[in-house]
Structure formats: structure tokens, C-alpha cells
T-cell receptor, first 114, second 117 residues
């Protein structure tokens, strides 16, 4: 079955430190990839999407993600964490044989320590 | 662009009651999606419309769940005879149909949180 795995349900970093949130998918054919952020009691906000034009994708709020086909990964990074980055982050995949539905990972809660 | 709007934001009801949620998509978006999100989990796809046509409904959780989009604009999701396990956040999303491009992101509303007493 096609799946999306986010390693680490909770990640804690200090303010100013590097943020790395991991996402792996199971598919032999590169799918369409997205990262979303969710603040408490809100819906999901798009951070970035993979377009196949470039393997390194830049998004909003200083986040970026790198697509690595050989590793079936799409990890999210940010060079320097801010307190306002504390939220839940979801990797989402539109697999090629799954119509228009998105399959989400279980999410990673990012905590930022002062 | 006023975003995806969902109503109500919160719904508390007794087990066995029927509930209906409404979603108004971004005006130029002809695709509309419903997801369910339980505590600590990622959203789970339920169903999808293109204009008024419901193109995917096999993922609806049971025959107690149904969705409509009668005029291709707003949509409703109904749950009949609610059960404790239906307690969750119900999210609606919309996206444009741009020449079959498959990397169009889905834009989400703030959801309706359902609590079953």
C-alpha cells in the first residue's frame, strides 16, 4: 500500500537552530509532494509544493524542502527556527494512481525552545 | 480570495443525532474535497467533487456518511446516527482545475470540530 511516513512525531529545537522534519513516501514513480503547517484549531496552510522543475523547493516563512528520488524523501528544513514556527507539520502526497486525493503523514509537532 | 469557509466551527451533539456541515470553497475553484482528522493524526481523505459531480466516494467511512454539492458551489457533509467514534475535525479543501495539472495544491478551511456526547 502507498504510504507517507514522517519520522518523529515530536521535534524540539532551540530558537535559532536548524529545523529538519523528515518525510518518506512509498512509490516507485515520483508523486506530487506538498508540505502543510497547522496551527492549533486551524486548518492546514500550504508551505510549499514539489513541481519537478527543481529538486530544492523554497516555500513561505523561510522553509525549503529537497526531493531525493533515490531516497524517496522530501525532507523539510529551515536554517534558523523562530518561536512562531511552533506548530504541527504535515507531509502530503498525491500518488499517481490515486486520483486527486492527498495521503498525509502522521504529522510532526515542532516545539521551539527560547 | 476569501479562502475556504466552513460552518459551524464547532458542533456538539448527542450520540444518535444527525449532523450537517457546510463548506464554501474559494470561488473560482471547481474541485472540492472532504477530509477527517482525528486527534494526533494526519487528515484522512473522505470524498471529492469536480463541480457538482462526486467523483470519489469509496473512502466515505460508512453509509452513515454522505456529501452533496448540488450546484457545484458549496458542499454539505452529513453524518447520520452519530457515534462516539465520529468525534473528529472535518476539513474541507478546494483547488482549481488548471488543464489537468496535478500539482495544484489544495487550500483548506479551518474545519468543523465535532464532539459526540
Amino acid at each position: 500500500a502507498q504510504s507517507v511516513t514522517q519520522l518523529g512525531s515530536h521535534v524540539s529545537v532551540s530558537e535559532g537552530a536548524l529545523v529538519l522534519l523528515r518525510c518518506n513516501y512509498s512509490s516507485s514513480v515520483p508523486p506530487y509532494l506538498f508540505w502543510y503547517v497547522q496551527y492549533p484549531n486551524q486548518g492546514l496552510q500550504l508551505l510549499l509544493k514539489y513541481t519537478s522543475a527543481a529538486t530544492l523547493v523554497k516555500g513561505i516563512n523561510g522553509f525549503e524542502a529537497e526531493f531525493k528520488k533515490s531516497e524517496t524523501s522530501f525532507h523539510l528544513t529551515k536554517p534558523s527556527a523562530h518561536m512562531s514556527d511552533a506548530a504541527e507539520y504535515f507531509c502530503a502526497v498525491r500518488f499517481n494512481n490515486a486520483g486527486n486525493m492527498l495521503t498525509f503523514g502522521g504529522g510532526t509537532r515542532l516545539m521551539v525552545k527560547p | 480570495d476569501t479562502g475556504v469557509s466552513q460552518d459551524p466551527r464547532h458542533k456538539i451533539t448527542k450520540r444518535g443525532q444527525n449532523v450537517t456541515f457546510r463548506c464554501d470553497p474559494i470561488s473560482e475553484h471547481n474541485r472540492l474535497y472532504w477530509y477527517r482528522q482525528t486527534l494526533g493524526q494526519g487528515p484522512e481523505f473522505l470524498t471529492y467533487f469536480q463541480n457538482e459531480a462526486q467523483l470519489e466516494k469509496s473512502r466515505l467511512l460508512s453509509d452513515r456518511f454522505s456529501a452533496e454539492r448540488p450546484k457545484g458551489s458549496f458542499s454539505t457533509l452529513e453524518i447520520q446516527r452519530t457515534e462516539q467514534g465520529d468525534s473528529a475535525m472535518y476539513l474541507c479543501a478546494s483547488s482549481p482545475d488548471r488543464g489537468g495539472l496535478r500539482n495544484q495544491p489544495q487550500h483548506f478551511g479551518d474545519g468543523t470540530r465535532l464532539s459526540i456526547l
